[in-house]
């Protein structure tokens, strides 16, 4: 069994930076693919970005290409999500998971997810 806990949201103003973090417990954390999903009210869960097991490979949605960054820390079990140049429509609950898949972004591909963390970037 695996459990993800993200922790790192809040409020910040436009413009402004915050950095995710999601621990995952259980064993083989540099197994999976790793994945950075958020949902907004009233809108479906989407894909933010992806890293492969070894954290050399990224994909990113084009909404937050060049403002985020993924990565990982295998020894720490720890992935990271980096966001530069917060927009007020960033805002969401954000949540990581994790896919036995190869850099899946379909939501339904990912097999546990954390509890979410809420980021709210005001104008």
């Known amino acids: 069994q695996v459990q993800l806990v993200e922790s790192g949201g809040g409020l910040v103003q436009a413009g402004g930076s915050l950095r995710l973090s999601c621990v995952a417990s259980?064993?083989?954390?540099?197994?999976?693919?790793m994945g950075w999903f958020r949902q907004a009210p009233g809108k479906e869960r989407e894909v933010v970005a992806v890293i492969n097991r070894g954290g050399s490979y990224t994909v990113f949605a084009d909404s937050v290409k060049g403002r985020f960054t993924i990565s990982r820390d295998n020894a720490k079990s720890t992935v990271y999500l980096q966001m530069n140049s917060l927009k007020p429509e960033d805002t969401a609950v954000y949540y990581c998971?994790?896919?036995?898949?190869?850099?899946?972004?379909?939501?339904?591909?990912?097999?546990?997810w954390g509890q979410g963390t809420q980021v709210t970037v005001s104008s």
């Open positions: 998971a994790h896919s036995s898949r190869y850099m899946e972004v379909a939501a339904y591909q990912y097999e546990y």
């Open positions: 259980g064993r083989n954390f540099s197994r999976y693919t």
